[in-house]
């Protein structure tokens, strides 16, 4: 690498290729040579173009009405398609090149444009029958990239300037070839991955013994697992020893215990959250003021969607270490209690009759079990009575269908005239004692008694 940035050497180096091209290039002979070439190139490429376009259109509409059903053919077809311009074009270069050889021209420009076209057309068409547009062009890029250099006939250079391109960090000997190999190796297996994980999240949704939370759990610690895999791998493909990462996982272990410490932890709880299913995705939950249902469980945190459909992102900590209420845990059916006051004139055994068959006509509330009215204290200004009944479906919200039961009970009370009371205050004087009243005139003489 020291000889390529070298001063001194990168100047004779630009010099012998100065001398190249006055001695090569700026020659009236070889300069006709060349502008024929690129107007050959120019004319072939407009002709195949024109013909190509008119054909494909021809083919379009001759095969607009069937349909293949083989995928592989499809790709194939209309890759082929796509490529018909440059085909042609081929065609009129090489009719082209056999023309002006035959006056004695140089076509080295021509040629090298033909085998560059010819193995661009060959590598595009044989991976079209890869379903994948990703693994697709990949491979199509790096194979043609390899086809044109060798057809150039700078591969061996290229792989040798690569090589020498790097510098050496104890014992690793780092290189440009070696960083390319490396990430594309990764990429390569970070594909894998991605296709492996999508697959494995499709079969284990059709496993109806495991829960979400589980699913979850699986999916994203094999995911976890494969990425640092495949990373390992990609840089044993540099030569980097992996014993010599030791150093470095103890000072990544070092800074995730200071700066990490949150991250961390919010990753952890989740894992013990997944795992233990305290929380699911779908879970009616109440943490505080927020209540709602759990649409996602992350890495870092949990997305909870209230009724109003405003989604609060939770950090999996504070499911942890806070009071969190589980509307659904066990069983989707809750107990709702509705405090009723009745006054003290009314029948007590009658109200309570009438308030416990007040909701049986509302079709969330459950007939088993079915509503009761308790009688719960004498309280100032009524009877305190208490209305509980059950519901299975806590996640379309527990206010509405509570508004809804009171309405009834309201309703219910309304009509056979039972009244709720208002808080009222009696006031006694004291007739032991004479009551003293006194005037006072407005402007300001003495009060009369």
């Excluded at 976890?224 to 272990?253: C, E, H, P, R, Y």
Aim: aromatic share 8%; hydrophobic share 50%.
């Amino acid at each position: 690498m020291n000889s390529y940035l070298d001063i001194d050497t990168l100047h004779k180096r630009l010099l012998s290729l100065k001398d190249w091209i006055v001695s090569n290039v700026f020659i009236w002979e070889n300069l006709v040579h060349l502008l024929v070439q690129i107007s050959v190139l120019l004319a072939a490429w407009i002709i195949g173009t024109i013909l190509g376009r008119w054909i494909r259109r021809i083919i379009n509409a001759r095969i607009k009405e069937s349909s293949l059903k083989s995928r592989h053919a499809t790709g194939f077809l209309i890759r082929f398609l796509g490529l018909l311009p440059l085909i042609f074009s081929i065609f009129s270069l090489w009719l082209c090149i056999q023309g002006v050889r035959g006056i004695g021209y140089k076509t080295f420009l021509m040629t090298m444009a033909l085998n560059l076209a010819i193995a661009w057309v060959v590598i595009q068409l044989a991976t079209s029958v890869i379903l994948d547009r990703f693994w697709s062009k990949i491979i199509a890029v790096v194979c043609w990239l390899v086809a044109a250099l060798n057809i150039i006939g700078v591969l061996d250079k290229t792989i040798s300037l690569l090589e020498s391109i790097g510098f050496t960090a104890g014992d690793v000997n780092l290189t440009l070839l070696s960083v390319v190999k490396a990430v594309f190796i990764l990429i390569i297996l970070l594909r894998g991955v991605s296709w492996v994980n999508g697959n494995l999240e499709k079969k284990l949704s059709k496993v109806s013994e495991l829960t979400p939370s589980t699913r979850l759990m699986l999916t994203k610690s094999l995911n976890i697992a494969m990425i640092v895999m495949v990373t390992l791998v990609a840089l044993n493909s540099v030569g980097i020893d992996l014993s010599a990462l030791t150093l470095l996982s103890g000072a990544i272990g070092v800074g995730i215990g200071f700066g990490l410490q949150k991250i961390v932890g919010n990753f952890i709880s989740g894992l013990i959250l997944l795992s233990d299913k305290s929380v699911k995705p779908g879970d009616v939950v109440q943490l505080q003021n927020v209540y709602g249902y759990v649409k996602h469980m992350g890495g870092r945190c949990v997305s909870v969607v209230t009724r109003d459909e405003k989604e609060y992102l939770i950090p999996n900590e504070d499911l942890i270490t806070q009071q969190v209420i589980n509307w659904s845990y066990s069983t989707r059916k809750i107990r709702i209690k509705v405090p009723v006051g009745i006054s003290y004139n009314a029948d007590p055994h009658n109200a309570m009759e009438l308030i416990k068959n007040a909701p049986k006509d509302i079709e969330r509330v459950l007939n088993n079990p079915a509503p009761k009215c308790l009688m719960v204290g004498f309280g100032d200004n009524s009877v305190d009575l208490q209305l509980r009944f059950w519901i299975q479906d806590p996640q379309n919200g527990v206010a509405n269908i509570t508004s809804q039961v009171m309405l009834s009970i309201w309703d219910t009370l309304k009509a056979h005239g039972i009244e709720i009371p208002y808080p009222q205050r009696d006031i006694h004087l004291d007739t032991e004692t004479p009551l003293r009243v006194a005037h006072v005139p407005e402007h300001g003489s003495s009060p009369v008694t």
